[in-house]
Every structure is written in C-alpha cells, then in structure tokens.
C-alpha cells in the first residue's frame, strides 16, 4: 500500500446464522452417510438451517445491524451495501436493496456481488476502493447465504457440506498502517463447469424438464474443486502477503473459508502456518459460501483471538471458479 493511500479496514463485525441444527446424525436418517465418514473428510459435524420463510436478505439484515452497533455506526451513514450471495432472494430486486430496506440505510446505494465463496472477499477490496477513492465513507460489506434452498438433500455427495447463516463488516477510514494492507483477487472461468446450479438464467430458463431433471440444484465435481483449492488458496494468501510486503512469519490470525478441514489444513501447511494460529470452526457451520468468511471472523474476534494490531490475513475460493485473499492490519489505530 502506498503511504499516500487512505487506511481502510473493518471497524465492526457482526454474524448470523438460523437456530434450527442438523447433524450428520440426522443426515444419516435420510441419506446413506454417517457421521464418522463426513467429520473424518470434512470436519463437518452439524450445519444451522434456515426455517422455512427466512430469506438470505433476512439473515443479512440482523447480521448488518449488529455490525453496525459494534462500530458505532447508524443505518443512515452507510453509503453503500455490497452483498455477496449466490443466493439471493430473487433475479431481481438485489439481495442488497433489500437489506437497505430492512435496516433504513436511505442513504446507501446497494448492489450485490457472485463470486461464489469467495465473494465476501471480493466485497472488501471492492468496498475499500470506493473510500480510497473518496467516494463514500461508510460501507457495508455482507456476505449471505441460504444453501439449504438449493441443495439436493438426496444427494450425499453435497448436502453433508453446506449450511446458511450471514457475516457483515463495516469499512471506514482508519489510522495510517492499519486496515487492508494487501489483496489477491483471481479467476479462472474454464473451472465453471465444476460448481454451479445449471437453471433458472438464461442459458437454461425454468421448465418443467429443468424441475424434474433437478437442474435447479447445485451440482459439484468434488475432486476437481478439492485440488483447485488445495493449490490456490496457499498461493493467493502468498501474494497478497506479498502485495503487504510482508511473510507468513507475521501472521497472526489465518481465517480461511471454512469448507473442509482437509482443504484449511493444506493451505496452513502451505503457507507455514502452524494449526494454532489458524481460526477454524467448519465443524459448527459446515460450508456457508459467502458468509463463511465473516461468520468465522466475528467469531474469531468475539473469542480474543483476532486482536488490535495483529496481522489477518483472509483467503477464499468459490464457483466460477473465483479465489481472493486479503491482509489486514486489526484495529482502527486510534
């Protein structure tokens, strides 16, 4: 970062995530699975489920307005939503309007951001540009995801991984030397064939066929997204460490997104960073895309191990296929 360039960062946190529990032991009621074979490949012990009549904008909302509180922001300050979701509420309006709406940001434009799980990521670097650029002040980036409405619940290769809930993050301005240092932001579209959910645009408009063939779920190639992210998360958090011009050995606090433990272990072991400075808590949540990032933030913070004037750095991978990673330096320096 140049020393000319504003200081931008998160001054507030806040999650989300549905009361109602499903746990691999309810899963091997419905499904042929069983609770040893998912925590041994995954990690995964239960995921939070949204009840029926909850939205993805639902669960935005309340983690937005707990972000706001713990920054000491109101509603009407936010100058803009970003939502990264590849579940919104509908085509149309976006997911982020809808936010604006439910938490009375009148002040705020808002549109939303698909980068798959990479996306909340993709929502700080973008959302940082708009206050270097002294457009806005204040800006809140969510992420949020309700997976539960688009995945097969009779297909075990998939409905064992993912869960819903909601992460947010306040940007402002901060002190010089803190906030984000550096970034990583990548894509490689040959990949889009190995995650997605085939109908409902307009390459594959709804049908009739499209219902009974369960095109309107998501569909995964498991082998090719593990080996995509056994690789790039090491190396996107590596050059995003080096954009900071710093090394592993200054990390303090490693969240990756919480999809496997396997994969989160690969990545430690790429970068060199010991188990104990990695934050994980897939076991709880399983695979939330977008949300998972914030949700393990806030956790992170809330449990003293995120604190003033560590190094974080963030990593993820998502559909498309995406990647992004960033550096932070905690705190707002004051």
């Known amino acids: 970062m140049k020393e000319t360039d504003k200081a931008v ?6 999650s989300y995530v549905p009361d109602k529990i ?15 074979w998912i925590v041994e490949r995954t990690g995964i012990k239960e995921r939070h489920i949204a009840e029926a009549g909850m939205t993805t904008s639902d669960m935005a909302a309340r983690a937005a307005k707990e972000a706001l509180k713990k920054a000491g922001v109101s509603a009407e300050e936010i100058d803009l939503i970003i939502v990264a979701t590849v579940t919104p509420d509908m085509l149309f309006p976006s997911t982020s309007c809808l936010v604006q709406d439910k938490i009375k940001a009148v002040n705020a434009a808002a549109f939303d951001l698909a980068a798959g799980c990479s996306g909340f990521v993709y929502g700080l670097v973008t959302g940082s540009q708009f206050i270097k650029a ?9 992420g949020a995801e309700t997976l539960s409405r688009i995945v097969d619940w009779t297909d075990r290769g998939t409905c064992i991984l993912f869960g819903d809930g909601a992460g947010a993050a306040v940007l402002s301005e901060l002190s010089p030397g803190f906030g984000l240092l550096g970034s990583e932001l990548g894509a490689d579209g040959s990949g889009g064939e190995f995650l997605k959910v085939s109908a409902g645009g307009s390459a594959m408009p709804a049908s009739q066929e499209t219902i009974d063939t369960r095109q309107h779920f998501l569909s995964m190639h498991g082998n090719e997204v593990f080996r995509f992210a056994t690789k790039i998360m090491g190396e996107a958090a ?10 592993s050995e200054d990390v303090d606090c490693f969240v990756p997104h919480q999809a496997n433990i396997r994969i989160i272990q690969s990545s430690a072991r790429r970068l060199k960073i010991p188990m104990e400075k ?7 949540y399983g695979n939330t895309s977008a949300a ?3 949700i393990a933030m806030e956790e992170a913070e809330r449990e ?14 998502g559909a498309g296929l995406t990647w ?3 550096v932070l330096k905690w705190g707002k320096g004051e």
């Open 9 to 14: 960062g998160i001054i507030g946190l806040g």
């Open 22 to 36: 499903v746990t691999n032991c309810d899963l091997e009621k419905t499904v042929a699975t069983s609770d040893q």
């Open 134 to 142: 002294g457009l806005y002040k204040k800006i809140l980036v969510i």
């Open 238 to 247: 590596n050059r995003a460490l080096e954009a900071a011009g710093l090394t």
């Open 278 to 284: 990695v934050f994980v808590n897939v076991e709880k």
């Open 292 to 294: 998972s990032i914030p």
């Open 304 to 317: 003293g191990r995120i604190k003033d004037g560590d190094v974080v750095v963030l990593v993820g991978f």
């Open 324 to 326: 992004a990673s960033c």
